[in-house]
């Protein structure tokens, strides 16, 4: 298991879908061998003024470390 950061849109009131599910190109997610790494990654993204993306850190059954 790896970590992920997952990026998230707002596409309604208090309804999240990821970059995945809603098929944006080039907004997948990012694998991580550690949780730190990650959040590091997930504070970074998190800092611009933006409500309606974010990204979150989740665990992910992958073996692929990009």
Known sequence: MKWALVVYFL???EVWMTAEQLNYDGWHRMH?????ICREYEKRFNEGPSRRIKGVCQLDQVDIVK
Request: proline share 12%; aromatic share 12%; no cysteine.
């Open 32 to 36: 991580f061998d550690t949780e730190e």
């Open 11 to 13: 596409v309604a009131p």
